[in-house]
Nanobody, 124 residues
């Protein structure tokens, strides 16, 4: 069992930056692919970014490409999402997720473990 705890969300103005963190429990973090998803009010959950277990592969949603960056520190069992040039449409609850397959994927059904989410609100 893996537990994921997100942090770093908040209320910011458009154009600002935030860095989300997702701390994981257990000793097997290094074998999991990690992903970030988000869900805005009234909308379905959507893919944001993903990284393979060793960091060799990354994927981004078109809407965040060039503004967001996913990274991981396997020594700290933590994955990050650096979010720059935030826009009001980035407002959502952001979730991190772990996939035992180790391959990065955009598909939420492939992920085995999920965090509780952290709120990001971007004002115009």
């Amino acid at each position: 069992q893996v537990q994921l705890v997100e942090s770093g969300g908040g209320l910011v103005q458009a154009g600002a930056s935030l860095r989300l963190s997702c701390a994981t429990s257990g000793r097997t973090f290094g074998i999991y692919a990690m992903g970030w998803f988000r869900q805005a009010p009234g909308k379905e959950r959507e893919f944001v970014a993903a990284m393979s277990s060793r960091g060799g592969s990354t994927y981004y949603a078109d809407s965040v490409k060039g503004r967001f960056a996913i990274s991981r520190d396997n020594a700290r069992d933590t994955v990050y999402l650096q979010m720059n040039s935030l826009k009001p449409e980035d407002t959502a609850v952001y979730y991190c997720a772990a996939d035992r397959s180790s391959w990065a994927t955009r598909e939420d059904y492939m992920y085995d473990y999920w965090g509780q989410g952290t709120q990001v609100t971007v004002s115009s």
